[in-house]
């Protein structure tokens, strides 16, 4: 219902040009995830999150581009500033870093010997759920360990030369 209404709203609003709305949160700060807004950024064609934080003796304002249709856009939050004279000025945000999955696959590889040794079931759940992990996702643990404690609580079976 709400969705059919805000769809109409916006495709008659978009025939007479550009359509700015604005939509103030009331839930958990900087989440985009309350039902109030998810329909209306769904439908939107660009989003952006501004964000206002008093904190203590300071303020701290971000802005971040949400959704972009068919644009290129920055994928970070960006700190910024109102300046007399200046107006809004956007600064660097901090860049985010490159995703890696080094430790996920290499664990692949060293338990591709243990395949049918340990029960098949887990043998994919395993690999089901490396294929959506990342490096960071390991912080501080190598692959020997994760691996020991894989081994470690599904041992293979018997006869195995592996250890």
């Known amino acids: 219902q709400q969705r059919d209404v805000i769809g109409f709203m916006l ?3 978009r025939r007479v040009g550009t359509v700015l709305c ?8 900087g989440s985009l995830s309350g039902p ?3 329909i209306p950024m769904y439908l939107a064609d660009n989003v952006i999150h501004l964000r206002f934080v008093a904190a203590g003796s300071g303020v701290s304002r971000t802005v971040k581009i949400v959704k972009a249709r068919s644009t290129r856009h920055s994928e970070v939050e960006h700190p910024y500033s ?4 200046l107006g809004v ?3 660097s945000g901090e860049v985010k870093e490159e995703i890696t999955t080094q430790i996920p696959s290499t664990l692949k590889d060293e338990l591709r010997p243990y395949a049918g040794r340990i029960p098949t079931s887990v043998y994919r759940r395993l690999h089901k759920a490396l294929n959506e992990l990342e490096d960071a996702d390991f912080e501080n643990l190598s692959v020997d360990e994760v691996l ?4 470690m609580e599904y041992p293979p079976k018997k006869g195995d030369d592996k250890q």
Do not use: D, F
């Open 89 to 91: 000025v956007v600064k």
């Open 22 to 29: 604005t939509l103030e949160e009331h839930n958990t700060l």
């Open 11 to 13: 495709k008659e609003t």
């Open 36 to 38: 109030e807004t998810v």
């Open 148 to 151: 020991k404690y894989i081994l």
């Open 82 to 85: 109102i300046l007399k004279g």
